[in-house]
DNA sequence: CCATAAAATTATACTCAGTATACTATTTAC
DNA sequence: GTAAATAGTATACTGAGTATAATTTTATGG
């Protein structure tokens, strides 16, 4: 025990990646669904079972950063002004995801390709789709803590559903702008005035709630 | 040929019903993931491959109603006022459904034991978002063709993502409402002030455009 | 009513994701 | 250097879904 930067947990942490870098260039090259997990296992010489043990389902080889969000939108809440309120405090946060150019909302060849991997396969959208909704739990939660709320009310699932479709709204238009324009700059217009259009709205929505 | 209700047809059709309702039976009984295509096959008196002639996916046995809200959209749309705006023909659907007690705005003891199935299984939570977002292309077209243009615009793909956003986090309070309360009524009062409140943050939301 | 075409159903064999488990090799701790 | 812990492997299994050929059932024209 008691190693942390030990051998055993490089050689771990490299294994993984290696697996996961593998299996994200075949899966961009010839699909999702071309390339099975023995072949992923095979092109990073390790039998199957290995990559099992480090992804659970074929899916997590390609998304293998569902923390993130996660960890960002905590911290931006950590650090928000007291007694603002939560809403305005999502709307900094979507602004300085813009601003740092944060994969929610950056919008290149890469990011359009990676996207067109994941519509291209039902396995793979039907993942993003979980993790939007895992996305709307945890913002629940994050929401009503902000408020010292102990459990997620209506409202806050109201308010979460609402900015996560908003998000994923906004990124699609985003998207398509990019396809369309090849202009990083106008799609990231896009995607801000779609969510500012969003939160307006939501706002109203959540009139007489602590949230808005 | 030319047999609408000819022996073969009748046949057809009463073997699919035999094998979803002893599947759904099954389903509720035990949970989805604990029943295999094999022993609905088994129960239903028929081979494995007939129950995939029917139901491609194993979900589809037990989400045998898809159509039924894209009938419903655009049934409603048809009969709309010349020059309505789209999202009021929308508002109106909605307290339609809630009159008429569509399985959409329904919550009783059935309707909450077939939604806890669902959440219980993962492929069945999948499917049930895939076809949350089938219905938003589906809202989206139908929006864009109401105001005569042939794709459907930015506008209108906020406009059906938020909707089905509220239809969704709607009924889930209604349900959750039920569960508390064990009352129809109050269960569809919640579900009709819920859509009220988006309604308005989503008109603010579309204010500039033809749909609001 | 019979022969035959068409269509429904079945048998069989396959691929692939995912799980369980026992076994081997490597690293760590003492 | 040895023993315990753990990373990695081999193997065998279940269950969904597909392809295809064989077989049964129904429809139809004479």
Redesign the interface.
Known sequence: MSNQGGLRERKKEATRQAISDVATELFLERGFDNVSVAEVAEAAEVSRMTVFNYFPRKEDLFFDREEESRQMLRAGFAERPAGEAPIATLRKLVHSLADRVHPFAKFTDATAKFWRTVAESPAL??RA??MR?ELVDDLASVLAAAIKRPLAD?DA??AA??VV??L??AY??GL?EHKARRSAATSRE?FLR?ME??F???????KDTPYA
């Open positions: 959208s039907a789709r979980e909704d209506a699932r109201l559903s609402m479709t908003a994923t709204v699609a238009e398509r896009t779609i259009r969003s307006s709205g939501i706002a109203i929505m959540l």
